[in-house]
């Protein structure tokens, strides 16, 4: 049997919402980002915790992390994901040439976590700030006009 992955913190974490939601599979997504949280990612034997919690059979947990694409799973994210925004206003606006400039600074590619874990570098859907393009989503942070400098500065900046 698989050694346990979730703490005891993680269990009382995801039981907290249970009264909150109307049923326990609609605490999915709140389960996944508090593993996540832990974590920097979800993987396999946590989908089974999960869906133990909630009394879910995995693949209902599972579907739901591959839906949204946000959850790593086989490694950890980087401590800061740096998502650059490829929808059409920021690419336009020079989103492709900003990515290839960190990938080249960072010497990944996206969807890549460099070998420190410092950044993961991601691809990101609109971000809702098309008036800003090109955007960046550093973690929480959303970064608006950004040049290939300031992106550049920007994961310098992250310890
Ligand atoms: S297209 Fe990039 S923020 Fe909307």
């Known amino acids: 049997m698989a050694e346990r992955i979730l703490t005891d913190k993680m269990i ?12 326990k599979q609609a605490v999915t997504v709140p389960a996944l980002h508090i593993v996540n949280e832990h974590l920097r990612c979800v993987p396999r034997q946590a989908v089974v915790e999960i869906a133990q919690i909630l009394e879910l059979h995995p693949s209902q947990v599972q579907d739901t992390l591959t839906f949204y694409g946000y959850f790593k799973q086989d490694a950890p994210g980087g401590k800061c994901r740096v998502w650059v925004c490829r929808s059409i206003a920021c690419a336009l606006r020079g989103a492709d040439e900003l990515l290839e400039h960190l990938e080249h600074k960072l010497h990944v590619k996206a969807g890549e ?17 098309c008036e800003h393009a090109p955007c960046i989503l550093a973690n929480d942070d959303l970064h608006q006009s950004v040049s290939p400098e300031q992106a550049e500065q920007l994961v310098a900046s992250v310890k």
């Open 12 to 23: 009382e974490e995801i039981r907290a919402f249970i009264p909150r939601y109307p049923s």
């Open 113 to 129: 976590t460099t070998p420190d874990g410092r950044i993961s570098l991601e691809y990101a859907e609109c971000l809702g700030a």
